[in-house]
């Protein structure tokens, strides 16, 4: 092994996805006081005065969603370069080209990665934040917004996109555990793979990649992953 360090993509995903779970902690304790606020104008004091007041002003909301879509699109971002190098025989160190069955015949998980690095270059640019998008409106009386209607809709398109990009990841990945047998994963991996292989089948020639991925997908959105490994681990964190 002529390797003397590991890509960044393999070396920081735990940096990396720190700085994500930070940013989602942090996005949670803000979104949770706004819910809990009186946002309400005007305001009913509790001496039965009404006052104006600005509370009702989305800007903690509308940050708070910009930040946890700049963090969701950089963890979609680094997974797709981890896709890439199983993928890629001149830096996967023995996996076949596009870990395809019969590699120059079969495309393998070619097309996912392409599905990956596409949904990668959209979150791109819906990571560009929508609050500092401000316009003026209703004769310049309301003449800075928050923008967080906008924010909201794009976070969530990037978090479907994030989705999509890791069911890809697991797909690519537990192929190239089973294409390196007879060597054996850690437990908390094979769980991952175990659960994988219930709805999606395992190395075999071309077949249609689509409802493979799909599946790997629905398995994220029920949140079946972390339990499954856990079981076999104990708590992640």
């Known amino acids: 092994d002529d390797r003397v360090q590991d890509a960044y993509s393999i070396r920081c995903t735990p940096q990396v996805h720190g700085a994500a779970r930070d940013t989602l902690d942090f996005v949670a304790a803000a979104t949770d006081r706004e819910l809990g606020s009186a946002i309400d104008n005007p305001m009913v004091l509790p001496d039965g005065r ?10 903690p909301v509308a940050l708070a ?39 120059g015949v079969d495309s393998g998980l070619m097309i996912g990665q392409y599905t990956a690095a596409a949904l990668c270059a959209e979150n791109r640019r819906l990571a560009a934040p929508a609050s500092v998008d401000s316009l ?17 809709r794009k976070l969530r398109r990037v978090i479907a996109n994030l989705r999509r990009i890791l069911a890809v990841e697991w797909v690519a990945a537990a192929r190239g555990i ?45 949140e079946a992953l972390v339990p499954a490994v856990e079981a076999a681990t104990g708590p992640l964190v």
């Open 178 to 222: 089973e294409l390196r047998a007879p060597l054996q994963p850690a437990a908390g991996t094979a769980a991952a793979v175990g659960l994988l292989r219930t709805r999606v089948p395992g190395p075999g020639p071309d077949r249609w990649l689509s409802p493979e991925l799909a599946a790997a997908e629905e398995m994220l959105m029920d």
């Open 136 to 152: 003026p409106t209703s004769a310049m009386q309301e003449d800075h917004v928050s923008m967080g209607w906008g924010a909201a």
């Open 65 to 103: 969603a910009d930040y946890l879509a700049i963090a969701a699109a950089e963890v979609g971002a680094i997974a797709e370069r981890r896709i890439d190098r199983l993928l890629d025989a001149g830096r996967s160190h023995g996996l076949p080209p596009f870990l395809a069955d019969d590699p």
């Open 50 to 59: 009404v006052e104006s007041c600005g509370n009702f002003h989305g800007a």
